[in-house]
């Protein structure tokens, strides 16, 4: 197996929590997205971190005031690892379980849901699609309505919001982070972390604004409408009747 194909497999994952105990943040740490988390997400909202790993990510969200944040991960190690260090943090639970069915949770249980590189390591395994269409759609269910999905991905819209669309429904905002290691590749971006980036049907606009190929970190800001489901609900009714 490729090592990136291996990100979907929790055996994979198993095996490198074993050997790395952390704390390790891909992509981004909690201060240089804080602000736009506050942005977003009040203090008091309810919050479920999917495929948290051992990043301290969610220690950052406690320490900033957050007060309820529930963390799961496939991996049975990296959890066991995190229930032993956090077990004086009461803000902050722990719990082994796939993303893919989040069937221990209600309907309309969580505030917000955040993601921080899981999406995108279900896309390197097999059967992504498939297992991608099956995560999304949990975590649409076991938000409220106008509940946010706030997915932090290196994944540019051209490759995510047809994923995020056909899946579910929601309204989508665009926020971009320059990557922390930078490759060196690409010219320096001036665009303010709090303020979205215009965002068409197909991306286009992205593209206009921030130039091709920019060294960033995509954030896409999902929040779930009900009145948006119940529309399109009522339109394909119509059509049958
Ligand atoms: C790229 S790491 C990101 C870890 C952490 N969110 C961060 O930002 O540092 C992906 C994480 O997703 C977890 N994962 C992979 N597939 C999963 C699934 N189906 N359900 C839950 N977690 C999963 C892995 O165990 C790993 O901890």
Not at 109 to 130: P, Y
Not at 166 to 193: F, M, P, Q, R
Request: charged share 20%; aromatic share 10%.
């Amino acid at each position: 197996m490729g090592s990136t194909q291996a990100y979907g497999e929790a055996s994979y994952w198993d095996d490198r929590y074993r050997q790395e105990s952390g704390p390790f943040d891909w992509y981004q740490n909690y201060s240089s997205l804080s602000s736009l988390i506050n942005l977003y997400i009040p203090r008091h909202h309810r919050l479920l971190v999917v495929g948290c790993g051992n990043s301290a990510f969610s220690e950052g969200l406690v320490d900033d005031g957050y007060e309820d944040v529930v963390n799961i991960d496939i991996s049975s190690v990296v959890i066991e690892a995190m229930q032993k260090k956090y077990s004086n943090h009461p803000q902050l639970k722990y719990i082994k379980m796939d993303a893919r069915d989040l069937s221990a949770f209600q309907t309309g249980s969580f505030e917000a849901v955040i993601d921080k590189g899981t999406l995108d390591s279900i896309l390197c395994g097999n059967n992504s699609r498939q297992n991608a269409a099956n995560m999304l759609e949990e975590i649409h269910r076991v938000l409220k309505d106008k509940g946010i999905y706030f997915l932090i991905t290196y994944g540019a819209p051209s490759y995510r919001l047809h994923l995020l669309r056909d899946s579910c429904t929601w309204t989508t905002k665009l926020h971009v982070i320059e990557k922390l290691v930078s490759s060196g590749a690409s010219n320096h971006l001036k665009w303010e972390l709090n303020s979205p980036v215009p965002l068409g049907e197909d991306g286009s606009s992205v593209e206009a604004a921030l130039g091709k190929n920019p060294d960033v970190h995509y954030i896409y800001i999902c929040t779930k409408d009900d009145s948006l489901t119940q529309t399109a609900e009522s339109r394909s009714q119509e059509v049958v009747e």
